[in-house]
């Protein structure tokens, strides 16, 4: 199975700061990457697509870029409600996989 | 308006059966590939399983594999996930989402989610 690496896997920020989450993947996978926001007992919702896709109705302050392996989610100007925990996922083939996580504290 | 409401969840002891529901009130799930996903207290998430649009393809973590079956029903616009021989490290959230991908052969990405619900096997 491909496996995925988020980096860092915490890291505390404030309000109005520029934050970005890396995402490693263990081989190539093209642009075949997903991104996940999740709150403390919510399901995930989803964000970005294809590496760089903003889903309907996500802010225009997050932001994703990369291809192949490397790849990273930025969110510019937090917001209160960003503080959460944001995974990477990978749908190049099956199993889709997820990283590990990161969280964005205050 | 929720549209994945999941049910079927709760407490059971090791070696024993549950079925997950999944049912899309509020979504069209009938040309998408669905899925099962879990989170272990204090986990990521865990792709568990995944069934095509039509029901005839379905795909399995190996860690669940053989123990878990994944089915739906089109006319009933319902996902189940049957878990059978459940152990303590099965223990987790179980969410059910939609692969946003359609038809796709692939997994895409999972765009909907229901609202998760806890399978807890403990003795």
């Known amino acids: 199975d491909i496996q995925m690496t988020q980096s860092p896997s915490s890291l505390s920020a404030s309000v109005g700061d520029r934050v970005t989450i890396t995402c490693r993947a263990s081989l190539s996978i093209d642009r075949h990457l997903n991104w996940y926001q999740q709150k403390p007992g919510k399901a995930p919702k989803f964000l970005i697509y294809d590496a760089s896709t903003l889903q309907s109705g996500v802010p225009s302050r997050f932001s994703g870029s990369g291809s192949g392996t490397d790849f990273t989610l930025t969110i510019s100007d937090l917001h209160p409600e960003d503080f959460a925990t944001y995974y990477c996922q990978e749908t190049f083939r099956n199993p889709p996989i997820f990283g590990q996580g990161t969280r964005l504290d205050i | ?123």
């Open chain 2, 1 to 123: 308006q929720v549209q994945l409401v999941q049910t079927g969840g709760g407490v059971v002891q090791p070696g024993k059966s549950l079925r997950l529901t999944c049912a899309a009130p509020g979504l069209s799930i009938r040309n998408y590939a669905m899925v099962w996903v879990r989170q272990a207290p204090g986990k990521g998430l865990e792709w568990v399983a995944s069934i095509s649009y039509d029901g005839t393809k379905k795909f399995y973590a190996d860690s669940v594999k053989g123990r878990f079956t994944v089915s739906r029903d089109v006319s009933k616009n319902t996902v189940y996930l049957e878990m059978s021989s459940l152990r303590v490290d099965d223990t987790a959230i179980f969410y059910c989402a939609r692969d946003g991908g359609g038809i796709a052969a692939r997994p895409r990405y999972f765009d909907y989610w229901g609202q998760g619900t806890l399978v807890s096997v403990s003795s």
